[in-house]
């Protein structure tokens, strides 16, 4: 078990085996994972005023290890490298979402696909 899927190579976020007889003890006794989860975008550098911050989360964690060259104390406040991807994303999707959304809502619960 890993603390992140795409981080399978990286033996510090090796937990240990899914077999193990207690495997959420596991996660739930990691300082990697405790860590991981007390991350806050908000502090990340560049995301400190961005209004987006609470959907992106400061994107994908491997994306930021892999951009602090692997130092994972550094890892923990650096901004995904795809920011700029999320911001003009979010900033063009929620004003549409704003205008149309009840519309996309009635689309989306009339799909076979959806369950309720």
């Excluded at 077999?19 to 502090?43: F, I």
């Excluded at 063009?92 to 309720?116: C, D, H, K, Q, W």
């Amino acid at each position: 078990m890993y603390a992140c899927q795409d981080l399978i190579k990286e033996p510090l976020f090796k937990l240990g085996s899914a077999d193990d007889d207690n495997p959420q003890g596991l996660v739930d006794g990691s300082e990697v994972v405790q860590r991981l989860r007390a991350r806050r975008p908000g502090e990340n550098s560049g995301c400190e005023e961005c209004n987006y911050q609470m959907f992106c989360q400061g994107g994908c964690y491997s994306t930021s290890y892999y951009a602090a060259a692997k130092q994972f104390d550094a890892s923990l406040s650096t901004r995904t490298p795809h920011c700029e991807f999320y911001y003009s994303s979010f900033s063009r999707l929620f004003p549409l979402l704003a205008e149309e959304g009840a519309s996309m809502l009635e689309y989306i619960e009339s799909s076979p696909y959806t369950v309720n």
